[in-house]
């Protein structure tokens, strides 16, 4: 069986256990009202503005080393003129006669 030997007293929780009764103080009243001030539309502007920036860091250094999927923009450069220069070679004379189709 458990000994009692493993038991820990916490006083934090003495209170709760042993029956004392809850301290209980005098309310008192704050000396002045908290005070209002209107909208101003301009500096709720600014706030949101500095709370957008601040996410953007944020998330800017959350991710620092986020790398790009896809193929680089430079490969698809460089395909797509391999592909179109040989094809506007072979088929010059099948273009020269689409174009003067159109023309007449």
Excluded: C, W
Excluded at 95 to 103: D, Q, S
């Amino acid at each position: 069986m458990v000994d009692s030997n493993f038991y820990v007293e916490n006083p934090a929780n003495s209170p709760m256990h042993y029956g004392d009764k809850p301290r209980v103080g005098v309310i008192d009243f704050p000396d002045r009202l908290p005070v209002r001030r209107p909208f101003n539309y301009f500096e709720a502007q600014a706030l949101y503005n500095s709370l957008t920036q601040d996410m953007l860091v944020k998330e800017e250094h959350a991710n620092p080393e986020r790398v790009k999927k896809g193929v680089p923009k430079i490969i698809k450069i460089a395909v797509g003129l391999a592909l179109a220069v040989p094809a506007i070679i072979f088929l010059r004379k099948g273009i020269k006669n689409l174009i003067a189709k159109f023309r007449h």
